[in-house]
């Protein structure tokens, strides 16, 4: 199980659970996309000019998609690239590779006050009583929002 604590301004929290990194980049996507931003990519130079109609030998793609050949030329046409705006920056292609749960872990951090991501049960309960985040009074409402999703899915029990 993935839970996740997101901070959208001070004073309100909420938390939610992934059942596996699939099920959470599928929730970060549905949340987070939006026109013209990229939360994840791979494709090769070729692929994404495919992907516009062209080939490499197409007179007119240089005109169009420039970009895809200057591309090409530094990492070659069959290099996988990849793509995340919110990791890498709008619009970068990197060959170094990238998770598509890092892209979505920095996608979904955007714009909030804060978050955690915390991959398993176990790691969630004890950062609900030793991370500082929760601690005080800025850090109550993301306490009781993770608080309330463990004992949701019944990590913790409510003894209170």
Same mark, same amino acid.
């Given at each position: 199980?993935? #839970?996740?604590?997101?901070?959208?301004a001070?004073?309100?929290?909420?938390?939610w659970?992934?059942? +596996?990194?699939?099920?959470?980049?599928?929730k970060?996507?549905?949340?987070?996309?939006?026109?013209?931003?990229?939360?994840?990519?791979a494709?090769?130079?070729? $692929?994404?000019?495919?992907?516009a109609g062209?080939?490499?030998d197409?007179?007119?793609?240089?005109?169009?998609h420039g970009?895809?050949?200057?591309? !090409? +030329?530094?990492? $070659?046409?069959d290099t996988?690239? #990849?793509?995340?705006d919110?990791?890498?920056?709008?619009g970068?292609?990197?060959s170094?590779?990238?998770?598509?749960?890092? !892209?979505?872990v920095?996608?979904?951090a955007? $714009?909030l006050e $804060?978050?955690?991501? #915390?991959?398993? +049960?176990?790691?969630?309960?004890n950062?609900?009583?030793?991370?500082p985040?929760y601690?005080?009074?800025?850090?109550?409402?993301?306490?009781m929002?993770?608080?309330?999703q463990?004992?949701?899915?019944e990590?913790i029990?409510? +003894?209170?």
């Open positions: 199980m993935i #839970y996740v604590v997101e901070v959208t001070p004073g309100k929290a909420n938390a659970f992934a059942f +596996d990194r699939e099920d959470f980049s599928l970060v996507r549905a949340a987070k996309e939006r026109e013209g931003r990229v939360i994840f990519a494709a090769t130079p070729r $692929g994404l000019l495919e992907a062209f080939t490499p197409s007179p007119e793609a240089g005109a169009s970009w895809i050949f200057e591309l !090409a +030329d530094k990492h $070659g046409w996988e690239l #990849y793509r995340a919110e990791l890498l920056g709008e970068v292609y990197e170094e590779p990238v998770s598509e749960f890092e !892209a979505c920095a996608a979904l955007e $714009g $804060g978050c955690r991501v #915390y991959l398993s +049960d176990q790691s969630a309960m950062a609900l009583y030793g991370d985040f601690q005080g009074r800025e850090g109550f409402p993301a306490h929002a993770l608080r309330e463990l004992i949701a899915m990590v029990s409510d +003894d209170m």
